[in-house]
């Protein structure tokens, strides 16, 4: 295992996929470093490619709204990271592949931040950190326990930007992070 400025280094010289050859930017992610509360999205967007920060476009907005609700907040008790550290082309799903060579860096942030709590961003991380048949629209809300970490999805906030219906569900769902913030001890 690596420590954290190690690991930013491999990760900003990675040529482990094709991914490297489009980005401006390895999305390396963001927040505290300790955070008991930890969110995997899916990869980087033409915003996030372009600053090097996850979640900075419009769904990143709607992301920090959601976080504010339940008293999250970016840069004080949460880290945020993504499945895949390149933006895929035209945001295409991140490639199988391309998941495989990114995945063991994302390992190694779990390892260092050792959070209580894991929050899935859509189907993409669900399907890869939970469950490879994980269904969003059935599962979202569900809790699951693995190696000591409490997991659960919600729907991707890019879907709720897209369809406002799943909204209310995805309102419950953050209470029920909230819940079990609160259940676990968590102090924010
Ligand atoms: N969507 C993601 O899944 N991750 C980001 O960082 C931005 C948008």
């Given at each position: 295992m690596l420590d954290w400025r190690e690991l930013k280094i491999l990760c900003h010289s990675?040529?482990?996929?094709?991914?490297c050859e489009t980005r401006?930017?390895?999305?390396?992610g963001v927040g505290?470093?300790?955070?008991d509360i930890l969110l995997v999205g899916e990869g980087p967007g033409e915003q996030e490619d372009l600053t090097g920060e996850p979640f900075v476009g419009p769904a990143g907005k709607l992301l920090d709204d959601m976080l504010t609700i339940i008293d999250l907040d970016r840069n004080s008790n949460c880290y945020i990271a993504n499945i895949v550290k390149c933006r895929p082309p035209k945001n295409r799903d991140p490639l199988e592949t391309e998941q495989e060579a990114c995945i063991p860096y994302l390992r190694n942030q779990v390892a260092l931040i050792r959070p209580k709590i894991l929050i899935c961003l859509g189907r993409i991380a669900a399907q890869r950190?939970?469950?490879?048949?994980?269904r969003i629209t059935k599962q979202h809300g569900q809790w699951v326990e693995k190696n000591g970490v409490w997991m659960c999805a919600i729907y991707h906030p890019s879907a709720l930007l897209r369809d406002v219906k799943k909204r209310p569900e995805t309102f419950e769902d953050l209470l029920s992070i909230r819940k079990k913030i609160q259940e676990l001890g968590i102090p924010l």
């Open positions: 990675c040529t482990r996929c094709g991914l401006h930017n390895v999305v390396f505290k470093e300790n955070a950190l939970i469950d490879p048949d994980f």
